[in-house]
Structure formats: structure tokens, C-alpha cells
Nanobody, 126 residues
Framework: QVQLVESGGGSVQAGDSLRLSCAAS????????MGWFRQAPGKEREFVAA????????YYVDSVKGRFTISRDNAKNSVYLQMNSLKPEDTAVYYC???????????????????WGQGTQVTVSS
């Protein structure tokens, strides 16, 4: 029903910036809550950011507040994650996720999202 493809990852130095993109295809993708999660080696997949269907509300894990910004362009069926002031601890595979019916209290829960991309690697060196 919905397919997600991430892009924009790469290897950068601490303090640099990257913008990740997630292109969605399929039915009613613009009506889905969208989120970004990441998984570092040896760690569980964790919530990073989410954005409401209209783009009017955003949510972030404390460790990225003030550095990362999630946004969406429903006309392009895309969601973005602007990552500034990157740190080595941001190194992970980043995944885009989507769900048609999540409520606010569920946007941080990876188990509640129905659709996932394949991930894009972000490596930050000191």
C-alpha cells in the first residue's frame, strides 16, 4: 500500500550537517503520520522524530532537540530530517516510518508504525 525509500545518508565529520529524505509512494501517503527512527550497532532501534499529518506538530527525542528538524512536503509525498551539529553518537542506520492512524501518544513507538523503509547509513567521525 505504501512504499518508503530513504536517501541522503553519508559519512561526515562532527559538527557537519546532513539532510535525509524519505520518498513515499502508494495510496494516501500524505495522510500518514511520519517518523524517523535510528539503530546504532549493538543498540535497539530508537525514536528520533515524528511529524503530524498536516505538518503542524513535531516531536523529538531529547538528545536531538535543537539540532534536528523534521518537515514534510505533502505535495511531493516526502518527509525530511535536517540534521545539524552532528555528533559521533548520531552514527546509526536511519529509518523512515509511516502509519495511517497513530494518535499523538503513539508517535514515538516503533511497534505501532505499519510501514518502514530500508534505511540509510549515517556515520559521524570525530
Amino acid at each position: 500500500q505504501v512504499q518508503l525509500v530513504e536517501s541522503g545518508g553519508g559519512s561526515v565529520q562532527a559538527g557537519d550537517s546532513l539532510r535525509l529524505s524519505c520518498a513515499a509512494s502508494g495510496r494516501t501517503s500524505s495522510s500518514y503520520v511520519m517518523g524517523w527512527f535510528r539503530q546504532a550497532p549493538g543498540k535497539e532501534r530508537e525514536f528520533v522524530a515524528a511529524i503530524s499529518r498536516s505538518g503542524g506538530s513535531t516531536y523529538y527525542v531529547d538528545s536531538v532537540k535543537g539540532r534536528f528538524t523534521i518537515s514534510r512536503d505533502n505535495a511531493k509525498n516526502s518527509v525530511y530530517l535536517q540534521m545539524n551539529s552532528l555528533k559521533p553518537e548520531d552514527t546509526a542506520v536511519y529509518y523512515c516510518a509511516a502509519d495511517p492512524g497513530l494518535r499523538r501518544v503513539g508517535v514515538t513507538e516503533k511497534g505501532l508504525y505499519d510501514y518502514w523503509g530500508q534505511g540509510t547509513q549515517v556515520t559521524v567521525s570525530s
